[in-house]
């Protein structure tokens, strides 16, 4: 199966008041983010992180790696070149690439850390799975396809999620987002 997750973030203490996540420090939040990981990802699971895997983090990418199941493709996000530039955690990775299309059962999906207004395949009903929009007010950067969805783990429950949890979390996202939206506008 294949699986998605976005802006993990491990080992960065600084995105646990960015996020407003549930973690009372580096320490809970990495262990409860490689249980979750491992809770929901089987070894034959194929897991696309679409960026941000870790962040300032004291502990070795490679640390995290060894104890996250499955197989590993890297989507480079913009937090990623200290994770580029270690070897021993690169060889935890299947694949490695900037955009990648994959294909989902009977779906196509083009990954990118970035949301896109445009991708490879829009026309012909592909999906676009991106990463970099945390919980943050961003509207005008969340592309307003129904066939745009958000991986980012503090959207998806901090697990990685099939295309169709995608589809069921993104809709909750979006939908709270827009209430959120037009509550600070009347203010």
């Known amino acids: 199966m294949n699986l998605y997750i976005a802006d993990l973030h491990f ?5 646990i008041r960015f996020d407003h996540r549930p973690f009372m420090d580096v320490a809970d939040m990495d262990r409860c983010l490689i249980k979750l990981w491992n809770s929901r990802v089987s070894s034959n699971d194929d897991v696309y992180v679409l960026g941000d895997f870790a962040y ?8 995290y790696l060894r104890q996250l199941r499955g197989t590993k ?5 913009n937090h990623d ?3 580029l530039n270690n ?9 490695v690439d ?3 299309l994959v294909s989902d059962k009977d779906e196509h999906v083009c990954l990118c850390h970035y ?11 592909y999906w676009h799975i991106y990463g970099h929009i945390h919980m943050g007010k961003w509207e005008e950067s969340i592309p307003q396809s129904e066939k745009a ?3 980012s783990a503090c959207i998806n429950g901090y697990t990685p999620s099939s295309l169709q949890e995608l589809i069921r979390n993104n809709a909750r996202w979006k939908d709270g987002f827009s209430r959120m939206f037009i509550s600070d506008r009347k203010m």
């Open 11 to 15: 080992g960065h203490r600084g995105i």
């Open 56 to 63: 300032k983090n004291r502990k070795p990418e490679e640390w």
């Open 73 to 77: 493709h890297l989507i480079i996000g």
């Open 81 to 83: 070149q200290p994770l």
């Open 87 to 95: 070897n021993k955690a690169m060889s935890y990775f299947e694949t």
């Open 98 to 100: 900037q955009r990648l």
């Open 115 to 125: 949301p896109m207004a445009s991708w490879q395949g829009l026309s012909k009903g």
């Open 149 to 151: 969805l958000n991986a």
